[in-house]
């Protein structure tokens, strides 16, 4: 337990494998009398300074509550003793301990109250992540001390006091919504009520809470509970025990030893044995909570949907009355995670005073003690868009939005189901017999509880018996349940606990056995899913480094575990889960673990989790590398059941009965419900070495233990390996718990500077691993199409990019508006921007001032302010929450690369910082703030394209223009031009152009990247031919510019006859080309051919540089290769085939070069001779000709080619459209590949007589060996399914 060590006491050697380490009392101190409970009342200061109150006022109101009825406050439990004084391995703390018997401090009760014990266990999480258990029955017990009750009544006077003054100065309307609140006429109830809530010291005996504790290092939770209700039974009995309640204590804590793995173990208690059991090395790791209960609380739909959360490591909030059942479900949820480890903060029971807790920005698991009467809503929660909030008691859960499905959910719960209902669980979430009668008195007092002025009557404590008799409410009620679905017979009020254990003593074994073999059957379900999912996770996990100290040295910057590859190698429904939950600390834990096993004894979850594997490939005789989808399941529930039964069937050991001890005569008095005054001297130490299990095998099973727990103990290379896991793995680690000892302001302030750190080092991380595989991705894929990943992983590190920003937009609010804290915020800066009008009119503009082109015309500049974003994102209808919004936002400013700089203008409203933040909120802690902005600054450096691939449906204003190269030609043209923008999501269809305009907007449904342009006009008028250097096209939400490339004519009669173009598009950088040519050593992404390639080509002048043959087969294999590479890609990641065919250095303009090459292209009067020109003469030989083949297969096989080249030409010649020459030629290469008759093609143009008229001696195409090779390589394209875009063949029939 956290808090300083304490110099060993004696006895305590055999720690280690001693079934219990302490007993704890805990109670009210007769010395000091009625305390407030100081953490209390500093929770309401707290509260208060949370709500913005001034602090006295806070400090007047919790000193001394008027408000509340003496019996319903809090005040100050204190631990009165505890046996042994310390332990090496396990230091005592006591405010913990304290704190967690009694998380409300003491309760008083009367003899009119209910008095039944009540049972609950907690954790206390080192700072090393071991644990401790602590199980605890509260009972009450009779206040003798006079001064006690006279303090007492004298709280009931002054609170007596404070209510009549408070009801006179109100009007008499709230005496009579009190009356009414009752059922009508029933007066004696209403006197019932208030004799109930007063204090006579003369006529009522007043009762105090007092607690019973063991703490032990394993969970056996049914073995504790049941030594502890037969020491509260020795208590209340008329008979004292056989043996003074010493000797029963003194034998649990030295004279039983824990079970070894896979044996069982009987104990004696005070009355009758007691048996436990632990799982053997191989089994699931020990669990003693029943599952039954909590998927009866929670329903088994709910259950998988949380755990899921727990599993993405979100926010997870348990909340119920009973502090029992917060354990049971925190405990079952995280056991079901196997062979993962929740590594976050883990609190199943959250004092009051830690309240503040919830405000922690990093995932966690809590549970809070919901107040009996308190509405969820009231429940302010300081952040919500990562939170799954889980009401137990009303089988209520709310999901954060966008959570993704477990993996063969449906499957998966149908195999639960039939375990459930095998055990007689219903799958529906039920109400304990328990939680009914709590649920009928809540009915009923309700009204009365809720009302602050009304005498507080405190509902969980009136008799029930005494309350309802002779009520007509309770027929009423019944009817009402029955008609809700609740079991009548179900209602009847709580028995006491006692009389409860003797009625069903005889069924109690049966009972318990059914629960630990539902208990490990349901496990094993959970941890067979696990082994299916992971089994072959071994394959991708990347063992780097050499030795251990150079991999913990390095670990941060290692790559563990190839997530690409385990990714393509699953089931596309699977990926948004899995995508996500690779990312988790869990996950990375479970990899560091099996890296770890190289050199050191593996995990024990690990070492289980990998025999299963190695036992399922055992049986399943399919390949290993096959993956199968088909839902596979647990094979192993009877002989996990049987191992349990034969375990309690046959017990294994058999611990010390308990003996007589040298005691002191005459001290500890037995006295019928009163606990005794134990002799200390007795139970601080143990035996001496001098019994059987002390000595066997004690050395071992130290060693064991203390490599479990321990690390410290282990000497230096341990140390080194924590202080390397600690800094390696991200935040939390070291806050798994917060620390309970100390609460002063100062502690609260560090805490949160630990956060404000992590937060930090977090998003350091979170960037960097959003570079990495940014970079990562563009270094493969230099020189060659995208430089851009899509899809899931950038998805799931974007999804937790936006969690990160929620949860530091959450930490240290001042008070909360709406789930999204950041989405608020930016709300509450529009609302001052929007005031300040004369400031918005001017919004920032960003990058160069104008884009000019060579030709002076200009698009013009985009405006872009923060204000405007969100405008946009205002005006989307498809989103609903501001959750969501946040989000969109988020995505947004990525793609417009201005994330940075708007949060930075957020941020700079100071006074808004400072009416919404605590002083140490990490947006008000100057320097780490900038950091943050600077690592978020860091991702400019790539393009995402997170909004617009993810709002594929919304509707986008694009902006259009031409830009003529005026020296050459006019500038508009007389004819009537059109356009169609195409991108990967879909098209604009052809646009008119207005007449002597070149700048157009038009708003359609987003096209996704952009990717051709089709130009064209009709020819008509005089001055009809037209020069285009390029057109530009932007995005006018997230400022996406794009350039096409032309360079080219259109007209008839002019360059090669053309009408219209195909374009195809480059994303233009932010900053000036000629500036981002010096900065960038990347090639350019690719585009539309130039002219100066063509001109190269087809000039007489010889000035411009030719290719050489050996260049031009170096293009074709790149190009080829390109597009080979494309389709290796996962399908999410590809980038445009378009520009591989078609781009600057596609696999279009490779196979010009070839034809070009040897071309005899002198201009005979003056006309320009295009490889079309060969290609029509080609056709026209094949179709006058009968060719005659060395067989008749061959002539047949020649005659179906020269068929389809001569009906791809006649289609694309025919087709509806004005395309030019080149253009001709560049579609049907696209045909060709698509249908994959180009290595068909190439031969018979090589061989066709035309070929020795227009081509010179030398040329590629003459020379047999260069066209096989040629062959050869397009043949590699013969596997791959080629889908062209519909802009590059439109028109063309065949």
């Given at each position: 337990?956290?808090?300083?060590?304490?110099?060993?006491?004696?006895?305590?050697?055999?720690?280690?494998?001693?079934?219990?380490?302490?007993?704890?009392?805990?109670?009210?101190?007769?010395?000091?009398?009625?305390?407030?409970?100081?953490?209390?009342?500093?929770?309401?200061?707290?509260?208060?300074?949370?709500?913005?109150?001034?602090?006295?006022?806070?400090?007047?109101?919790?000193?001394?509550?008027?408000?509340?009825?003496?019996?319903?406050?809090?005040?100050?439990?204190?631990?009165?003793?505890?046996?042994?004084?310390?332990?090496?391995?396990?230091?005592?703390?006591?405010?913990?301990?304290?704190?967690?018997?009694?998380?409300?401090?003491?309760?008083?009760?009367?003899?009119?109250?209910?008095?039944?014990?009540?049972?609950?266990?907690?954790?206390?999480?080192?700072?090393?992540?071991?644990?401790?258990?602590?199980?605890?029955?509260?009972?009450?017990?009779?206040?003798?001390?006079?001064?006690?009750?006279?303090?007492?009544?004298?709280?009931?006077?002054?609170?007596?006091?404070?209510?009549?003054?408070?009801?006179?100065?109100?009007?008499?309307?709230?005496?009579?919504?009190?009356?009414?609140?009752?059922?009508?006429?029933?007066?004696?109830?209403?006197?019932?009520?208030?004799?109930?809530?007063?204090?006579?010291?003369?006529?009522?005996?007043?009762?105090?809470?007092?607690?019973?504790?063991?703490?032990?290092?394993?969970?056996?939770?049914?073995?504790?509970?049941?030594?502890?209700?037969?020491?509260?039974?020795?208590?209340?009995?008329?008979?004292?025990?056989?043996?003074?309640?010493?000797?029963?204590?003194?034998?649990?804590?030295?004279?039983?030893?824990?079970?070894?793995?896979?044996?069982?173990?009987?104990?004696?208690?005070?009355?009758?044995?007691?048996?436990?059991?632990?799982?053997?090395?191989?089994?699931?790791?020990?669990?003693?909570?029943?599952?039954?209960?909590?998927?009866?609380?929670?329903?088994?739909?709910?259950?998988?949907?949380?755990?899921?959360?727990?599993?993405?490591?979100?926010?997870?909030?348990?909340?119920?009355?009973?502090?029992?059942?917060?354990?049971?479900?925190?405990?079952?949820?995280?056991?079901?995670?196997?062979?993962?480890?929740?590594?976050?903060?883990?609190?199943?029971?959250?004092?009051?005073?830690?309240?503040?807790?919830?405000?922690?920005?990093?995932?966690?698991?809590?549970?809070?003690?919901?107040?009996?009467?308190?509405?969820?809503?009231?429940?302010?929660?300081?952040?919500?868009?990562?939170?799954?909030?889980?009401?137990?008691?009303?089988?209520?859960?709310?999901?954060?939005?966008?959570?993704?499905?477990?993996?063969?959910?449906?499957?998966?719960?149908?195999?639960?189901?039939?375990?459930?209902?095998?055990?007689?669980?219903?799958?529906?979430?039920?109400?304990?017999?328990?939680?009914?009668?709590?649920?009928?008195?809540?009915?009923?007092?309700?009204?009365?509880?809720?009302?602050?002025?009304?005498?507080?009557?405190?509902?969980?404590?009136?008799?029930?018996?005494?309350?309802?008799?002779?009520?007509?409410?309770?027929?009423?009620?019944?009817?009402?349940?029955?008609?809700?679905?609740?079991?009548?017979?179900?209602?009847?009020?709580?028995?006491?606990?006692?009389?409860?254990?003797?009625?069903?003593?005889?069924?109690?074994?049966?009972?318990?056995?059914?629960?630990?073999?539902?208990?490990?059957?349901?496990?094993?379900?959970?941890?067979?899913?696990?082994?299916?999912?992971?089994?072959?996770?071994?394959?991708?996990?990347?063992?780097?480094?050499?030795?251990?100290?150079?991999?913990?040295?390095?670990?941060?910057?290692?790559?563990?575990?190839?997530?690409?590859?385990?990714?393509?190698?699953?089931?596309?429904?699977?990926?948004?889960?899995?995508?996500?939950?690779?990312?988790?600390?869990?996950?990375?834990?479970?990899?560091?673990?099996?890296?770890?096993?190289?050199?050191?004894?593996?995990?024990?979850?690990?070492?289980?989790?990998?025999?299963?594997?190695?036992?399922?490939?055992?049986?399943?005789?399919?390949?290993?590398?096959?993956?199968?989808?088909?839902?596979?399941?647990?094979?192993?529930?009877?002989?996990?059941?049987?191992?349990?039964?034969?375990?309690?069937?046959?017990?294994?050991?058999?611990?010390?009965?308990?003996?007589?001890?040298?005691?002191?005569?005459?001290?500890?008095?037995?006295?019928?419900?009163?606990?005794?005054?134990?002799?200390?001297?007795?139970?601080?130490?143990?035996?001496?070495?001098?019994?059987?299990?002390?000595?066997?095998?004690?050395?071992?099973?130290?060693?064991?233990?203390?490599?479990?727990?321990?690390?410290?103990?282990?000497?230096?290379?341990?140390?080194?390996?924590?202080?390397?896991?600690?800094?390696?793995?991200?935040?939390?680690?070291?806050?798994?718990?917060?620390?309970?000892?100390?609460?002063?302001?100062?502690?609260?302030?560090?805490?949160?500077?630990?956060?404000?750190?992590?937060?930090?080092?977090?998003?350091?991380?979170?960037?960097?691993?959003?570079?990495?595989?940014?970079?990562?991705?563009?270094?493969?894929?230099?020189?060659?199409?995208?430089?851009?990943?899509?899809?899931?992983?950038?998805?799931?590190?974007?999804?937790?990019?936006?969690?990160?920003?929620?949860?530091?937009?959450?930490?240290?609010?001042?008070?909360?508006?709406?789930?999204?804290?950041?989405?608020?915020?930016?709300?509450?800066?529009?609302?001052?921007?929007?005031?300040?009008?004369?400031?918005?009119?001017?919004?920032?503009?960003?990058?160069?001032?104008?884009?000019?082109?060579?030709?002076?015309?200009?698009?013009?500049?985009?405006?872009?302010?923060?204000?405007?974003?969100?405008?946009?994102?205002?005006?989307?209808?498809?989103?609903?929450?501001?959750?969501?919004?946040?989000?969109?936002?988020?995505?947004?400013?990525?793609?417009?690369?201005?994330?940075?700089?708007?949060?930075?203008?957020?941020?700079?409203?100071?006074?808004?910082?400072?009416?919404?933040?605590?002083?140490?909120?990490?947006?008000?802690?100057?320097?780490?703030?900038?950091?943050?902005?600077?690592?978020?600054?860091?991702?400019?450096?790539?393009?995402?394209?997170?909004?617009?691939?993810?709002?594929?449906?919304?509707?986008?204003?694009?902006?259009?223009?031409?830009?003529?190269?005026?020296?050459?030609?006019?500038?508009?043209?007389?004819?009537?031009?059109?356009?169609?923008?195409?991108?990967?999501?879909?098209?604009?269809?052809?646009?008119?152009?207005?007449?002597?305009?070149?700048?157009?907007?038009?708003?359609?449904?987003?096209?996704?990247?952009?990717?051709?342009?089709?130009?064209?006009?009709?020819?008509?008028?005089?001055?009809?031919?037209?020069?285009?250097?390029?057109?530009?096209?932007?995005?006018?939400?997230?400022?996406?510019?794009?350039?096409?490339?032309?360079?080219?004519?259109?007209?008839?009669?002019?360059?090669?006859?053309?009408?219209?173009?195909?374009?195809?598009?480059?994303?233009?950088?932010?900053?000036?080309?000629?500036?981002?040519?010096?900065?960038?050593?990347?090639?350019?992404?690719?585009?539309?051919?130039?002219?100066?390639?063509?001109?190269?080509?087809t000039t007489l002048t010889g000035k411009a540089t030719k290719p050489n043959a050996g260049q031009i087969q170096e293009g074709i294999g790149e190009a080829v290769n390109n597009i080979v590479k494309h389709f290796h890609k996962p399908e999410k990641e590809r980038g445009s085939l378009t520009v591989l065919l078609c781009g600057e250095n596609g696999l279009v303009a490779a196979l010009e070069q070839v034809f070009h090459h040897g071309f005899k292209s002198a201009r005979i009067f003056h006309k320009n001779v295009f490889i079309w020109d060969f290609i029509e003469k080609t056709v026209a030989y094949f179709e006058t000709t009968d060719q005659a083949g060395d067989s008749e297969e061959d002539v047949l096989l020649q005659k179906s080619s020269y068929a389809t080249f001569c009906r791809y030409v006649n289609a694309i010649n025919t087709a509806p459209r004005s395309i030019g020459k080149d253009g001709k030629f560049q579609i049907l290469v696209c045909l060709g590949t698509r249908d994959h008759f180009l290595p068909q093609?190439?031969?018979?143009?090589?061989?066709?007589?035309?070929?020795?008229?227009?081509?010179?001696?030398?040329?590629?195409?003459?020379?047999?060996?260069?066209?096989?090779?040629?062959?050869?390589?397009?043949?590699?394209?013969?596997?791959?399914?080629?889908?062209?875009?519909?802009?590059?063949?439109?028109?063309?029939?065949?």
């Amino acid at each position: 337990m956290s808090g300083s060590a304490v110099p060993p006491g004696p006895g305590s050697g055999s720690a280690p494998c001693r079934f219990a380490h302490y007993f704890v009392l805990c109670g009210i101190d007769a010395d000091s009398g009625l305390e407030p409970d100081e953490l209390a009342v500093l929770y309401q200061w707290l509260e208060a300074d949370r709500l913005g109150k001034t602090s006295d006022t806070a400090d007047r109101k919790s000193g001394e509550n008027f408000d509340q009825s003496p019996l319903r406050r809090t005040f100050k439990s204190k631990v009165l003793a505890h046996y042994p004084q310390n332990i090496e391995w396990n230091p005592f703390d006591q405010d913990a301990v304290n704190m967690l018997c009694m998380p409300k401090g003491l309760s008083f009760r009367t003899q009119t109250d209910n008095r039944d014990p009540q049972f609950h266990s907690f954790i206390i999480t080192r700072e090393d992540g071991s644990r401790t258990y602590g199980f605890v029955l509260t009972f009450y017990e009779e206040v003798t001390s006079k001064q006690i009750c006279t303090a007492m009544q004298t709280l009931y006077q002054m609170h007596n006091a404070e209510q009549c003054s408070s009801v006179c100065a109100s009007s008499s309307c709230s005496m009579d919504s009190l009356a009414s609140s009752l059922d009508e006429g029933d007066s004696t109830s209403l006197a019932k009520m208030q004799r109930y809530n007063s204090y006579d010291i003369n006529r009522d005996t007043l009762y105090v809470s007092k607690s019973i504790c063991l703490i032990a290092p394993l969970p056996f939770m049914q073995a504790c509970k049941k030594f502890l209700i037969q020491l509260y039974k020795a208590v209340t009995s008329q008979q004292p025990p056989p043996l003074p309640l010493e000797s029963y204590i003194h034998n649990i804590l030295y004279e039983v030893p824990l079970p070894p793995p896979g044996r069982s173990l009987k104990l004696y208690g005070v009355y009758e044995p007691i048996v436990c059991q632990r799982p053997g090395p191989n089994e699931l790791p020990l669990f003693d909570y029943p599952l039954r209960e909590a998927f009866e609380l929670l329903g088994l739909e709910n259950l998988i949907q949380v755990f899921t959360c727990v599993l993405l490591e979100m926010q997870i909030l348990l909340y119920s009355q009973d502090y029992q059942r917060l354990m049971t479900v925190a405990e079952g949820i995280t056991t079901l995670l196997f062979p993962f480890q929740w590594q976050h903060v883990y609190v199943p029971i959250l004092p009051a005073s830690l309240l503040h807790f919830l405000d922690a920005p990093v995932p966690y698991l809590m549970g809070l003690q919901s107040k009996e009467g308190t509405d969820r809503s009231k429940l302010e929660l300081p952040q919500e868009a990562n939170l799954c909030f889980v009401d137990i008691d009303n089988h209520f859960i709310e999901l954060p939005e966008e959570l993704p499905q477990f993996p063969n959910k449906l499957d998966f719960i149908q195999e639960i189901s039939e375990v459930l209902l095998q055990f007689g669980v219903p799958l529906e979430a039920t109400l304990h017999s328990s939680e009914s009668a709590t649920k009928l008195k809540n009915l009923v007092l309700s009204e009365l509880a809720n009302d602050k002025k009304n005498g507080n009557i405190p509902s969980n404590t009136i008799n029930m018996y005494e309350l309802l008799k002779g009520n007509e409410t309770i027929a009423r009620l019944q009817a009402l349940a029955k008609r809700t679905g609740v079991a009548v017979d179900k209602m009847s009020i709580t028995v006491p606990l006692v009389e409860k254990e003797r009625d069903v003593k005889l069924q109690c074994e049966e009972g318990e056995l059914r629960d630990y073999k539902l208990n490990v059957q349901l496990r094993e379900v959970f941890a067979n899913r696990f082994t299916q999912m992971f089994s072959d996770y071994e394959a991708f996990v990347i063992q780097a480094a050499q030795d251990r100290e150079s991999w913990l040295t390095n670990r941060e910057q290692m790559q563990n575990f190839d997530k690409a590859s385990f990714l393509s190698d699953q089931s596309e429904p699977y990926l948004p889960f899995l995508s996500h939950f690779i990312e988790t600390q869990m996950f990375a834990t479970f990899i560091d673990n099996k890296i770890m096993s190289q050199w050191e004894e593996k995990d024990p979850f690990l070492r289980v989790f990998d025999l299963r594997i190695d036992k399922m490939r055992l049986y399943n005789v399919r390949a290993p590398t096959l993956r199968t989808s088909a839902y596979q399941k647990c094979n192993t529930l009877k002989e996990a059941a049987q191992a349990i039964e034969q375990r309690l069937s046959k017990i294994d050991h058999t611990a010390i009965h308990p003996h007589l001890l040298d005691m002191k005569i005459g001290q500890g008095k037995y006295e019928q419900g009163f606990f005794p005054k134990l002799q200390s001297d007795v139970l601080a130490t143990g035996p001496t070495n001098n019994n059987r299990w002390v000595s066997r095998s004690a050395t071992a099973q130290r060693r064991k233990d203390r490599l479990r727990q321990h690390s410290e103990h282990i000497g230096l290379d341990n140390d080194l390996r924590e202080k390397y896991m600690q800094e390696a793995r991200t935040l939390g680690k070291n806050l798994r718990q917060p620390k309970l000892s100390d609460l002063s302001p100062a502690v609260i302030a560090q805490t949160n500077w630990k956060f404000v750190e992590g937060l930090l080092k977090e998003c350091r991380m979170k960037t960097k691993r959003m570079l990495v595989e940014k970079m990562g991705h563009e270094a493969v894929e230099l020189g060659h199409g995208e430089a851009n990943i899509t899809g899931l992983e950038e998805n799931t590190l974007i999804a937790s990019l936006c969690d990160l920003l929620e949860r530091i937009w959450s930490h240290g609010l001042q008070v909360k508006q709406g789930k999204s804290a950041l989405w608020s915020h930016l709300i509450q800066y529009q609302d001052r921007e929007e005031k300040q009008e004369h400031l918005a009119e001017s919004p920032v503009a960003i990058g160069p001032e104008r884009r000019k082109s060579d030709t002076g015309l200009v698009l013009p500049t985009l405006r872009v302010s923060l204000i405007s974003d969100m405008r946009h994102i205002q005006n989307m209808s498809e989103i609903k929450t501001d959750v969501g919004r946040a989000r969109a936002w988020i995505r947004l400013s990525l793609e417009k690369k201005l994330l940075s700089q708007h949060l930075k203008q957020l941020l700079s409203n100071q006074a808004l910082a400072k009416k919404l933040y605590k002083r140490y909120a990490f947006l008000r802690c100057e320097e780490e703030r900038e950091q943050f902005l600077y690592h978020l600054l860091s991702l400019n450096a790539v393009n995402y394209f997170c909004f617009t691939s993810v709002f594929t449906t919304i509707v986008i204003p694009y902006r259009t223009v031409i830009i003529p190269i005026k020296k050459l030609s006019n500038a508009i043209t007389t004819s009537n031009p059109w356009i169609c923008v195409s991108g990967e999501l879909g098209d604009t269809g052809i646009m008119q152009i207005p007449k002597n305009l070149l700048e157009m907007t038009f708003e359609c449904q987003n096209l996704g990247k952009l990717t051709t342009v089709q130009l064209g006009h009709d020819n008509s008028g005089l001055l009809a031919k037209w020069l285009v250097d390029c057109v530009m096209v932007r995005n006018e939400i997230t400022g996406h510019t794009y350039k096409f490339p032309c360079g080219r004519w259109l007209g008839k009669g002019v360059d090669d006859g053309s009408l219209e173009r195909i374009l195809i598009g480059e994303l233009v950088s932010s900053t000036s080309d000629e500036d981002l040519a010096k900065q960038c050593r990347t090639p350019p992404q690719q585009k539309s051919p130039t002219t100066a390639r063509r001109l190269s080509i087809t000039t007489l002048t010889g000035k411009a540089t030719k290719p050489n043959a050996g260049q031009i087969q170096e293009g074709i294999g790149e190009a080829v290769n390109n597009i080979v590479k494309h389709f290796h890609k996962p399908e999410k990641e590809r980038g445009s085939l378009t520009v591989l065919l078609c781009g600057e250095n596609g696999l279009v303009a490779a196979l010009e070069q070839v034809f070009h090459h040897g071309f005899k292209s002198a201009r005979i009067f003056h006309k320009n001779v295009f490889i079309w020109d060969f290609i029509e003469k080609t056709v026209a030989y094949f179709e006058t000709t009968d060719q005659a083949g060395d067989s008749e297969e061959d002539v047949l096989l020649q005659k179906s080619s020269y068929a389809t080249f001569c009906r791809y030409v006649n289609a694309i010649n025919t087709a509806p459209r004005s395309i030019g020459k080149d253009g001709k030629f560049q579609i049907l290469v696209c045909l060709g590949t698509r249908d994959h008759f180009l290595p068909q093609w190439i031969p018979l143009l090589a061989e066709c007589p035309a070929i020795t008229r227009m081509y010179e001696e030398n040329a590629l195409l003459r020379d047999r060996m260069t066209v096989n090779t040629l062959i050869r390589v397009l043949q590699t394209l013969q596997d791959f399914n080629i889908i062209l875009e519909g802009s590059l063949i439109k028109g063309v029939d065949v």
